[in-house]
């Protein structure tokens, strides 16, 4: 199997709503793409930089070009600093074929109307790994930027963190810059 090994003393980030906690492992619904089907362990969703957890965030209607900063400001950045190497599966490039799927295998719009089984591939290599490995989680390309690397941390890993600054309010200027080189529009009303 692929690994990825993130060293210690990297900085990860996260985008994570205002109102609720940084370091949260979802575990309840199996809600995102690579969260346990059965519940049994939760996942932190992570990005080598702030652009992959911005991205993942917010940039999900890619048809819609206009991005409400009242959005953006109802989120914060958050960064946890790597304790010791972290091993990570790689579903992504010669990871897709090893686990016998393709990008768009793991990277399908959820739409619980349209398309309600699209996170059932990503969510089973998840429980996969999570069963007969002892790796710390998934790295993946974020779907809404694909230059992006992104983490799916396991629950397991939880001590492999350091909690750095959380709450951190989203900078306008970073956000308008971001979002003009891929084409979006910041608007405020």
């Known amino acids: ?26 575990r309840r619904d199996a809600t995102w793409r690579w969260d346990d089907p059965e519940g049994k362990f939760g996942v932190l969703y992570l990005g080598k930089s702030l652009v992959g957890p911005f991205a993942e965030a917010l940039l999900r209607t890619p048809k819609d070009r206009d991005v409400l900063w009242d959005q953006v400001a109802r989120r914060r950045a958050a960064n946890f600093t790597t304790t010791r ?48 490995t002892n790796l710390d989680g998934i790295q993946y390309r ?12 396991f629950d397991r890993a939880d001590a492999a963190i350091s909690s750095g600054a959380e709450g951190l309010p989203i900078g306008k200027d970073w956000t308008r810059k971001l979002l003009a080189n891929r084409g979006y529009r910041l608007v405020e009303l």
């Open 142 to 153: 974020s779907r809404f930027d694909s230059d992006e690397l992104c983490i799916a941390l």
């Open 85 to 132: 190497p972290v091993r990570l599966a790689k579903v992504h490039g010669p990871g897709l074929g090893w686990f016998k799927t393709t990008t768009a295998g793991v990277s399908a719009d959820f739409d619980p109307v349209d398309n309600p089984g699209a996170y059932v591939v990503p969510q089973q290599i998840s429980a996969e790994i999570y069963k007969s």
């Open 1 to 26: 199997m692929p690994v990825a090994t993130i060293a210690t003393g990297r900085v990860l980030h996260r985008v994570h709503g205002a109102t609720v906690a940084a370091r949260w492992y979802g």
